[in-house]
């Protein structure tokens, strides 16, 4: 593991560093203390569903006190095989249920219909792009004033983040923020028929976080009875031609049902004001990395992410305008098309209010359509502490959409 005093050396050095530079030192460093090893695009191996019955007795007890089970950090201990066995949703939506009893109720949120005249003879591809919040972060360094620490308990809010995963059912998952992937949602997704891979970010803020479960990352998570696996690469992206802290996952994927192919991606840029031009680099690098990846666009894309950035922004504006021919999937909420939401994350920190469209989905516009997307929360559900609550477990929102390909030559991609 890279040393924390290099780590340290970057912060100190930061200090004194105007913005520019300061940039440029932290993802030096990154890339002399981690070396090679994390740089190359490989997927970590995942588990198949084993053949047992349904029953689910235990599923969720056993993910419930996995962090004081092991000596060893649970990131690195592999599921044992009865982790295999195949849960039914409905069973693991009432344990989940039974977990939280004494919590208000789920928000509901409605899906709002944006079918357009491109017919469909095949089921809508379900995708859902969700920043779930660390455990570590949550708990050790995001400071929201507002939640109480009761709010953040880990076997609690699991089990809202799993509520959210199991009202929608997605088809395909695209997370940030897993902290908790190999002890609560691998062998769980896997036993849900899931297929997952996890890229953690190379030196996570959670390890600096006491009692920490680990580095946090993205994962991304796919139905195997709906698509198979054609390829993947996990980036470490780069900014300026240096390596950094931030990491994607890119694989393509082909239908079962249409054998039609597409590339899903997941990302979590570098937060925080005064890194515009490092996100935007990052950005760009991971348009590189996908174009290469489609060929140039020959195959369709979805690049999920919470990006850390607002529409203003440059790394925003490249993806808008990429020659990848990307739309924003969210902005088709808005009575034009052409206006983001007003909030994708909304909490409170010792620093005030903060409000942003941080989080996007976007795809293909001329080989996909968007069928449907779930409507945020409101301002009034959301409520005067803002997130994360007693009821919704991030301090992020869940954007989920259906897909689905348009039939059209494939000159037009
Ligand atoms: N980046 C920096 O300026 C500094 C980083 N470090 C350390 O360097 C390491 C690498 O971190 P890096 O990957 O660059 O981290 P990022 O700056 O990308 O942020 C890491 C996490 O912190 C959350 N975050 C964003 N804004 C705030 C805030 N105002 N207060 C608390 N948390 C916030 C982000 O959540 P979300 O995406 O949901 O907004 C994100 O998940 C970590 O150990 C970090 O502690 C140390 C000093 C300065
Ligand atoms: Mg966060």
């Known amino acids: 593991m890279a040393s924390r005093w290099q780590h340290r050396i970057a912060v100190s050095m930061m ?7 300061l940039q440029f030192v932290y993802a030096l460093l990154f890339e002399v203390s981690l070396g090679p090893g994390l740089v190359s695009s490989s ?12 029953r689910l007795y235990s599923a969720l007890a056993k993910t419930l006190n996995s962090s004081t089970a092991s000596q060893h950090p649970e990131y690195l201990v592999s599921p044992d095989p009865e982790h295999l066995e195949p849960i039914d949703p409905k069973e693991l939506l009432e344990e989940c249920r039974a ?54 308990k880990w076997e609690e809010r699991k089990c809202l983040i799993l ?28 036993r849900l028929g899931y297929q997952g891979t996890f890229f953690p970010k190379p030196w996570s803020p959670c390890l600096d ?33 240096l390596k950094t802290n931030q990491v994607a996952i890119a694989q393509t994927l082909e239908c079962k049902e249409s054998s039609r192919q597409f590339c899903i991606a997941v990302t979590h840029l570098k937060a925080r004001t005064g890194w515009e031009r490092f996100r935007s680099a990052q950005g760009c690098d991971l348009l590189q990395n996908l174009q290469n990846i489609t060929q140039g666009a020959k195959i369709p894309l979805i690049v999920c992410g919470d990006f850390n950035a607002e529409p203003t922004e440059e790394v925003y504006k ?3 305008s990429s020659s990848l021919n990307l739309n924003s999937a969210y ?28 989080d996007y989905i976007w795809y293909s516009k001329h080989a996909l359509s968007v069928r449907s997307a ?21 301090d992020h929102l869940s954007l989920v959409c259906d897909f689905s390909f348009n039939e059209e030559p494939d000159g037009l991609l």
């Not at 909490?347 to 941080?358: A, N, Y």
């Not at 945020?376 to 477990?393: K, M």
């Open 15 to 21: 200090a004194s560093c105007d913005v520019g530079r």
């Open 43 to 54: 997927s970590f191996p995942v588990c198949s569903m084993g053949h047992g019955t349904s």
């Open 99 to 152: 977990v939280l009893h004494t919590r208000p109720p789920r928000f509901q949120r409605d899906f709002v219909d944006l079918r357009t005249d491109h017919p469909s003879s095949h089921p809508p591809i379900r995708v859902m792009q969700w920043n779930i919040l660390a455990q570590a972060l949550g708990e050790g360094k995001d400071n929201f004033v507002q939640c109480p620490v009761e709010a953040l």
């Open 163 to 190: 509520e959210e995963i199991l009202a929608y059912q997605p088809d395909i998952l695209c997370l940030q923020e897993v902290d908790h992937y190999f002890d609560t949602f691998q062998p769980l997704l896997s």
């Open 209 to 241: 976080v006491e009692h920490n479960n680990g580095p946090d990352g993205c994962a991304l998570f796919f139905l195997q009875n709906r698509f198979k696996l054609v390829n993947s690469a996990n980036i470490r992206l780069t900014a300026m031609t």
């Open 318 to 320: 490249h993806f808008a």
């Open 331 to 358: 902005k088709l909420l808005s009575a034009d098309g052409q206006s983001e939401p007003p909030y994708t994350t909304w909490k409170i920190r010792t620093s005030g209010e903060c409000r942003h469209t941080l």
């Open 374 to 394: 779930l409507d945020l929360l409101t301002e009034e559900q959301i409520g005067p502490n803002r997130l994360p609550s007693f009821n919704y477990p991030s």
